[in-house]
């Protein structure tokens, strides 16, 4: 694995994604912003409307043949014609951090197949998993996607099926953003 690479994620007037939605899916909503700089490393984009900040990590709850599979199919950021993107911070609730590891992959993959079902949405929607409940933000994952405009369905596919799983009975908060690169 890498080491651990900072993110940060600043919402305002500047950035090269042009925010089209900010909504609340549970919990509190995030305040509206025109712009969102996504920045690997220190902030360098002016302060704005919010500011989240995490690193990415390693793969916690994910076997060695999901690892594999997700590594020879998975797209990088970036791409020149995935101008559709989307921002979803995530907090679960104490409930979910108080069960063990093992018990968090059960739900997690052996009742939610959530790897699986994120599977059949490879390549064409490129994702980043970024951590930040140890860094006291106010969501425990901030998940990036990309995509394209034609693959804009089926990432509201993928994020359907996920909430009606298992595992959204843990979650707390969450806002999706969506954004457009010009």
Known sequence: MAAPLPVCITAGATGPWRVTAIRPVSGDPLAPAARLAVEDGPATAPAGAWRLRGVTSNLRYTAEAERAMLA???????????TRAA??????????????QDARRAVLEDQSHHI?????????????????????????FLTWFEFTPEDEAGFDA?????????????VTREVEIRLTRD
Do not use: M, N
């Not at 020879?72 to 995935?82: E, F, I, K, T, Y």
């Open 87 to 100: 921002l979803i911070p995530i907090r679960k609730s104490d409930a979910w951090w108080d069960l063990a």
């Open 116 to 140: 699986a079902i994120g599977l059949e949405y490879l390549p064409a929607v490129a994702r980043r998993l970024v951590h930040c409940r140890d860094l006291g933000e106010p969501f425990d």
């Open 72 to 82: 020879s199919v998975q797209q990088g950021l970036g791409r020149p014609r995935a």
């Open 158 to 170: 993928l994020v359907t099926r996920l909430r009606a799983t298992a595992e959204w009975r843990y």
